[in-house]
C-alpha cells in the first residue's frame, strides 16, 4: 500500500488528522470553559477514520458511537457547522437541538452519533441491509468500541449480516479501557477481530495509528462487502501489531495486571 500511497494521499490524510487533532483540542477547551453544554467526548485517533474514508466510494454511509466528531469531519462536514452545534447555535448541523451526540447529515451519508452503547451497530445493519434490497452497491461503516463489542444486540446484528450477507464493515475502535476498566477485566476473548468466527465473519486486527495500514485493510474489508460476500470486522489497536499480533497482545496483558 506505501507505494500506492503517493504525495497526494499523503498531504490530504495529513490536513484530515491535523483538523480533527486541532478541532477537538478547541472542543475540549470551550468545555472545560462551560460553553458546551452536556457532554463532548473527544475523538480516539484521526487515523481510523481517515484511513477508511479514503477507502469509500460516493454513497458509500457512516454510522458511529458519542465519539463522533472525528468521523464527521472525515466524511466532509463543515468544522464551522460541527461546532456550532456543539455549542448549541442555531447554524449547527442539528440547529442546535442535538449537541455532541445527535448530529446527522443526509448529504454526507452519515448517520449519527448515538449515545447509547453498541444501539448504532444494529442500526448500521438495518443500513446495509437497505443497500442489499435496494442493490445500490454501497456499503455502510459502523464504528464500535471494545466496550460495546460485549453488547448483545452487537451479535444479533452479526447473526443477521452474515445470514444475509449484508454490505456492512464494523470498525470496533479498540483503546483498550472502554469507559476505564480495562478491556482483559470485562471481556473474555480480547482479540475482538476474532468476535465474529462463530457467525464465520472474518476479521483483522490493524493498526489504529498509521493511517496506510488502515486505508490498505479498509480496502479489502470494504472490497469483500461490497462484492456480495458479506460482513468484515476491523480491529482497530492503539499500537503496532499487524505483524506480531500474539507477542503485542500479551506484551499488553503483562503491563496491565
Given amino acids: ?44 485517533p484521526g487515523a481510523i477514520v481517515v484511513g477508511m474514508q479514503m ?26 457547522g460541527v461546532m456550532a452545534e456543539l455549542t448549541g447555535r442555531r447554524g449547527g448541523l442539528s440547529k442546535g437541538k442535538g449537541g455532541s451526540m445527535h448530529m446527522f447529515s443526509k448529504e454526507k451519508h452519515f448517520y449519527g452519533g448515538h449515545g ?5 451497530v ?46 456492512i464493515v464494523y470498525v470496533i475502535e479498540n483503546n483498550r479501557y472502554a469507559m476505564g476498566t480495562e478491556m482483559s477485566r470485562a471481556s473474555a476473548q480480547t482479540d475482538f477481530s476474532k468476535r465474529g468466527v462463530s457467525f464465520s465473519i472474518p476479521g483483522e486486527p490493524v493498526d489504529g495509528m498509521d493511517v496506510r495500514a488502515v486505508c490498505a485493510a479498509a480496502q479489502g474489508a470494504i472490497e469483500h462487502a461490497r462484492t456480495g460476500k458479506g460482513p468484515y470486522i476491523l480491529e482497530m489497536l492503539p499500537t503496532a501489531i499487524a505483524d506480531t499480533p500474539c507477542r503485542i497482545r500479551q506484551s499488553i496483558a503483562r503491563r496491565t495486571r
Wanted: proline share 2%.
Fill in 122 to 167: 444494529s442500526l448500521g445493519t438495518g443500513i446495509a441491509f437497505a443497500n442489499r434490497y435496494r442493490e445500490n452497491g454501497n456499503v455502510c461503516l459502523t464504528y464500535f468500541g471494545e466496550g460495546a463489542a460485549n453488547q448483545g444486540q452487537v451479535y444479533e446484528s452479526f447473526n443477521m449480516a452474515a445470514l444475509w450477507k449484508l454490505p
Fill in 55 to 80: 477507502a469509500t466510494k460516493e454513497g458509500d454511509q457512516v454510522i458511529t458511537g458519542y465519539r463522533d466528531h472525528g468521523h464527521m469531519l472525515a466524511c466532509g462536514m463543515h468544522p464551522n
Fill in 1 to 44: 500500500m506505501a507505494s500506492k500511497f503517493g504525495r497526494d494521499n499523503e498531504l490530504h490524510a495529513y490536513r484530515e488528522m491535523l483538523l480533527i487533532r486541532r478541532f477537538e483540542e478547541k472542543a475540549g477547551q470551550l468545555y472545560g470553559m462551560g460553553l458546551i453544554r452536556g457532554f463532548s467526548p473527544l475523538h480516539r
Fill in 116 to 120: 447509547i452503547v453498541g444501539a448504532q
